[in-house]
C-alpha cells in the first residue's frame, strides 16, 4: 500500500515504549507504523523523535482584560503555536454578564473561524451560580463544549461558596468538568489595600499581595466541594507546593482531581519581580511565580503523576503600551505571560534532559493527558492508527537560545530570554499537512478547526484515572 506520506526511521515516542519505525499517513489520519513504508511524499526523520502534537489546554488569545486585550489574535497565537508544536488548543469563552451562553459561545467561535492556524476547542467560563446560568448549561455541552471554567477571585468572575458546590454539582451531574482558578479572593484583597495604602505600589509588591496560603486555601476548599458534590475537577495553573500536596491528598481520598501547572511555575522564581525599574512587570502573572522550592516540588509532581497536565496559561501582553498601565499602581498590570511557543522545548531541555521527567511523560503531560482530559482522546495526543496526523518532528539536538526575536507570538518581550534550549521542534503537521518546518510558518490561516468534545469522551467518565490513582 502506498501512502499519502511516510515519516522515516524517526522515533516514535509511544504511551510506553520509543520505537524506531516509519509512520504512514493517509487522508489526514495516522494509517500504519511499520517498516519501509511507502509514501507519494516522504520525509526522513532518522535521529528525531516524533510525537504527537502538543496540547495546550490553557490559552487566552484575544481576551478582553479591562480596557485592552491579551496581544496575540487567534492568528498571531495559533501561528506561534504551529512553530513550537502545538497543534491544538484549547480557548475560553468570557461571556458578558447575564448573556446567554451559547450566544457567547458562537460568536466566539466566530472570532476563531477563518483566523485558527490549529484546531480549537472552547472552554465555557461561568460567572454565577444562578438558577437561569446552570438551566443554559446543558445546550453548552451539547454545542461541544463540555468542560467550564469557574474563578475563586476577580471582580466580576469570582463565585462564591454557594455558587462554586452549585456550578460543581450541576456541572458533574451532567458529566461535564469544571475547571477553576483557585486563589483565594478576601485574602487577596485584605493585603492589597494594605500595601497600596501603605504606598507600597511596585511590581515587587505582585506576589506579597498573593501569597502562597492564598493558593493552598483555594485549593482545599474547592476541592473539600467537589468531594462533597460528587464531582470530578481540574486546578488549573498550580504554583505552589501546598497547593500540590493538597490535590494529592484529595486524589489520595479519591476525589477525581486533575492538576496543570504551566512553564513558568516550573522555571521562573518571585525573584524577577525585583528587577530594577518597573521590569518586574513584565512577570505579573496570576498566581504569581514562587520559589524554587515550589518550582522543585512542581517538577516532582509531574513526575509521580499528581500533576497531569502542562498547559501554558498563554495570556500575553506587551510591556510598552499595555504591562506599563500599572506604572503607578502594580494592581493596574494586566495579568498573564506569553508562553504558547515554547512549552514543547522548555519542557523537554528542562524535564527530560535534566532528568526530572522522561521522555514519554513529557508527551504524557504535553499532549496525551490533556487530549485525554478534556475529550479529545485518541483524536488528538496519539500516535495510534485512526488519530489525526497531528505530529511534530522533534530534533534532541537541535540547540536554540530564546528570544523574543525569534518567536512568533505577537509581544515585545519573553520571559525566558536568553534560555538555552537542547532540542526544538523542526516540523509540525496538521492533520496531514506541514504547517512549519524549521521555525518558519508553513501552514494556512483559518485551516484550524473547532473540535466539538462530548462528555463521553472526558477521562473523568472513563474510570482511567481511578485505576491510575
Ligand atoms: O495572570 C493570568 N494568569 N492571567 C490569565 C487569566 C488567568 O487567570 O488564567
Ligand atoms: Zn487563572
Ligand atoms: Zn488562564
Given at each position: 500500500?502506498?501512502?499519502?506520506?511516510?515519516?522515516?526511521?524517526?522515533?516514535?515516542?509511544?504511551?510506553?515504549?520509543?520505537l524506531?519505525?516509519?509512520?504512514?499517513?493517509?487522508?489526514?489520519?495516522?494509517?500504519?507504523?511499520?517498516?519501509?513504508?511507502?509514501?507519494?511524499?516522504?520525509?526522513?526523520?532518522?535521529?528525531?523523535?516524533?510525537?504527537?502534537?502538543?496540547?495546550?489546554?490553557?490559552?487566552?488569545?484575544?481576551?478582553?482584560?479591562?480596557?485592552?486585550?491579551?496581544?496575540?489574535?487567534?492568528?498571531?497565537?495559533?501561528?506561534?503555536?504551529?512553530?513550537?508544536?502545538?497543534?491544538?488548543?484549547?480557548?475560553f469563552?468570557?461571556?458578558?454578564?447575564?448573556?446567554?451562553?451559547?450566544?457567547?459561545?458562537?460568536?466566539?467561535?466566530?472570532?476563531?473561524?477563518?483566523?485558527?492556524?490549529?484546531?480549537?476547542?472552547?472552554?465555557?467560563?461561568?460567572?454565577?451560580?444562578?438558577?437561569?446560568t446552570?438551566?443554559?448549561?446543558?445546550?453548552?455541552?451539547?454545542?461541544?463544549?463540555?468542560?467550564?471554567?469557574?474563578?475563586?477571585?476577580?471582580?466580576?468572575?469570582?463565585?462564591?461558596?454557594?455558587?462554586m458546590?452549585?456550578?460543581?454539582?450541576?456541572?458533574?451531574?451532567?458529566?461535564?468538568?469544571?475547571?477553576?482558578?483557585?486563589?483565594?479572593?478576601?485574602?487577596?484583597?485584605?493585603?492589597?489595600?494594605?500595601?497600596?495604602?501603605?504606598?507600597?505600589?511596585?511590581?515587587?509588591?505582585?506576589?506579597?499581595?498573593?501569597?502562597?496560603?492564598?493558593?493552598s486555601?483555594?485549593?482545599?476548599?474547592?476541592?473539600?466541594?467537589?468531594?462533597?458534590?460528587?464531582?470530578?475537577?481540574?486546578?488549573?495553573?498550580?504554583?505552589?507546593?501546598?497547593?500540590?500536596?493538597?490535590?494529592?491528598?484529595?486524589?489520595?481520598?479519591?476525589?477525581?482531581?486533575?492538576?496543570?501547572?504551566?512553564?513558568?511555575?516550573?522555571?521562573?522564581?518571585?525573584?524577577?519581580?525585583?528587577?530594577?525599574?518597573?521590569?518586574?512587570a513584565?512577570?505579573?502573572?496570576?498566581?504569581?511565580?514562587?520559589?524554587?522550592?515550589?518550582?522543585k516540588?512542581?517538577?516532582?509532581?509531574?513526575?509521580?503523576?499528581?500533576?497531569?497536565?502542562?498547559?501554558?496559561?498563554?495570556?500575553?501582553?506587551?510591556?510598552?503600551?499595555?504591562?506599563?498601565?500599572?506604572?503607578?499602581?502594580?494592581?493596574?498590570?494586566?495579568?498573564?505571560?506569553?508562553?504558547?511557543?515554547?512549552?514543547?522545548?522548555?519542557?523537554?531541555?528542562?524535564?527530560?534532559?535534566?532528568?526530572?521527567?522522561?521522555v514519554?511523560?513529557?508527551?504524557?503531560?504535553?499532549?496525551?493527558n490533556?487530549?485525554?482530559?478534556?475529550?479529545?482522546?485518541?483524536?488528538?495526543?496519539?500516535?495510534?492508527?485512526?488519530?489525526?496526523?497531528?505530529?511534530v518532528?522533534?530534533?534532541?539536538?537541535?540547540?536554540v537560545v530564546?528570544?523574543?526575536?525569534?518567536?512568533?507570538?505577537?509581544?515585545?518581550?519573553?520571559?525566558?530570554?536568553?534560555?538555552?534550549?537542547?532540542?526544538?521542534?523542526?516540523?509540525?503537521?496538521?492533520?496531514?499537512?506541514?504547517?512549519?518546518?524549521?521555525?518558519?510558518?508553513?501552514?494556512?490561516?483559518?485551516?484550524?478547526?473547532?473540535?466539538?468534545?462530548?462528555?463521553?469522551?472526558?477521562?473523568?467518565?472513563?474510570?482511567?484515572?481511578?485505576?491510575?490513582?
Amino acid at each position: 500500500m502506498n501512502f499519502d506520506l511516510v515519516i522515516h526511521d524517526g522515533t516514535l515516542v509511544l504511551p510506553n515504549e520509543n520505537l524506531v519505525a516509519d509512520l504512514g499517513i493517509s487522508e489526514s489520519k495516522i494509517a500504519e507504523i511499520g517498516k519501509n513504508l511507502i509514501g507519494a511524499r516522504n520525509i526522513d526523520a532518522t535521529g528525531k523523535l516524533v510525537l504527537p502534537g502538543a496540547v495546550d489546554p490553557h490559552v487566552h488569545l484575544d481576551m478582553p482584560v479591562g480596557a485592552t486585550r491579551s496581544s496575540d489574535d487567534w492568528a498571531s497565537g495559533t501561528i506561534a503555536a504551529a512553530c513550537g508544536g502545538t497543534t491544538s488548543i484549547i480557548d475560553f469563552i468570557e461571556p458578558e454578564p447575564g448573556q446567554p451562553l451559547l450566544q457567547a459561545l458562537i460568536s466566539r467561535e466566530m472570532e476563531a473561524n477563518g483566523k485558527a492556524a490549529i484546531d480549537y476547542g472552547l472552554h465555557m467560563t461561568v460567572r454565577d451560580g444562578l438558577a437561569e446560568t446552570i438551566a443554559q448549561l446543558p445546550g453548552v455541552i451539547a454545542h461541544g463544549c463540555p468542560s467550564f471554567k469557574t474563578y475563586l477571585t476577580y471582580a466580576g468572575f469570582k463565585l462564591d461558596d454557594a455558587a462554586m458546590l452549585k456550578v460543581l454539582e450541576s456541572v458533574g451531574t451532567l458529566g461535564g468538568l469544571t475547571l477553576v482558578h483557585a486563589e483565594n479572593d478576601a485574602i487577596i484583597e485584605h493585603i492589597t489595600h494594605q500595601l497600596v495604602s501603605a504606598r507600597k505600589t511596585n511590581p515587587a509588591y505582585h506576589p506579597v499581595s498573593r501569597p502562597a496560603s492564598a493558593e493552598s486555601e483555594a485549593i482545599h476548599r474547592v476541592l473539600t466541594f467537589a468531594k462533597v458534590a460528587h464531582a470530578s475537577i481540574y486546578i488549573v495553573h498550580i504554583s505552589t507546593a501546598d497547593g500540590v500536596e493538597e490535590l494529592a491528598r484529595a486524589q489520595g481520598n479519591g476525589v477525581i482531581a486533575f492538576g496543570e501547572t504551566c512553564p513558568q511555575y516550573l522555571l521562573l522564581t518571585e525573584a524577577e519581580y525585583k528587577r530594577p525599574d518597573f521590569e518586574g512587570a513584565k512577570f505579573v502573572c496570576s498566581p504569581p511565580l514562587r520559589t524554587e522550592f515550589d518550582n522543585k516540588q512542581l517538577w516532582k509532581a509531574l513526575s509521580e503523576d499528581t500533576l497531569q497536565s502542562v498547559g501554558t496559561d498563554h495570556c500575553p501582553f506587551n510591556y510598552f503600551g499595555q504591562k506599563d498601565l500599572g506604572q503607578d499602581v502594580f494592581t493596574k498590570i494586566p495579568s498573564g505571560l506569553p508562553g504558547i511557543e515554547s512549552r514543547l522545548a522548555l519542557l523537554y531541555t528542562f524535564g527530560v534532559r535534566a532528568g526530572r521527567i522522561s521522555v514519554n511523560q513529557w508527551v504524557d503531560l504535553c499532549s496525551t493527558n490533556p487530549a485525554r482530559i478534556f475529550g479529545l482522546y485518541p483524536q488528538k495526543g496519539s500516535l495510534l492508527p485512526g488519530s489525526d496526523a497531528d505530529i511534530v518532528v522533534f530534533d534532541p539536538n537541535r540547540k536554540v537560545v530564546l528570544s523574543s526575536t525569534m518567536l512568533h507570538e505577537h509581544v515585545d518581550y519573553t520571559p525566558y530570554q536568553g534560555f538555552q534550549l537542547h532540542g526544538y521542534p523542526v516540523m509540525t503537521l496538521l492533520r496531514g499537512d506541514v504547517i512549519s518546518e524549521e521555525g518558519k510558518f508553513t501552514g494556512q490561516l483559518g485551516s484550524g478547526q473547532f473540535m466539538p468534545r462530548w462528555v463521553e469522551d472526558l477521562w473523568s467518565n472513563k474510570n482511567i484515572r481511578e485505576s491510575q490513582i
